[in-house]
């Protein structure tokens, strides 16, 4: 079964970084065995959303148009980690923030493809 455990989350304030990671653990042996990874958020009282994913087996990245140009997602594949730069956050950032994975990249903004899920990191961003 595999596990993805996320961290990096804190708070900062508006303008800052942070860096999240998300490390996998299984029988995969590797993020690059779970062919589809994305960041999703979700705020109180919100819909959950993805925000960026990568294609693990080409290294294609897509992002949601609110975090275009600030966040970036990014593999190591020998550390089995995913990675999610975010700088210049906002407050309207702050969220729980869960990585997942698919077996398959079809519809990938589609919660329900997903798989496997991380159990989030809080990410607090003040004004």
């Known amino acids: ?11 900062v ?15 995969t042996g590797s993020i690059y065995n779970i062919p589809c990874m994305t960041w999703f958020r979700q705020a109180p009282g919100k ?7 990568i294609y ?3 290294g294609s990245t897509y992002y949601a148009d609110s975090v275009k140009g600030r966040f970036t997602i990014s593999q190591d594949n020998a550390k089995s980690t995913l ?16 990585c ?3 077996p398959i990249c079809g519809n990938h903004w589609y919660a329900g493809n997903y ?9 607090t961003v003040s004004s």
């Open 47 to 53: 819909e959950r959303e993805g925000v960026a994913v």
């Open 100 to 102: 997942a994975g698919a």
């Open 115 to 123: 798989r496997y899920w991380g159990q989030g990191t809080q990410v």
């Open 83 to 98: 990675w999610l730069q975010m700088n210049s956050l906002k407050p309207e950032d702050t969220a729980m923030y869960y």
């Open 13 to 27: 304030q508006a303008g800052g970084s942070l860096r999240l990671s998300c490390a996998a653990f299984g029988y």
């Open 56 to 58: 693990t087996g080409d």
């Open 1 to 11: 079964q595999v596990q993805l455990v996320e961290s990096g989350g804190g708070s």
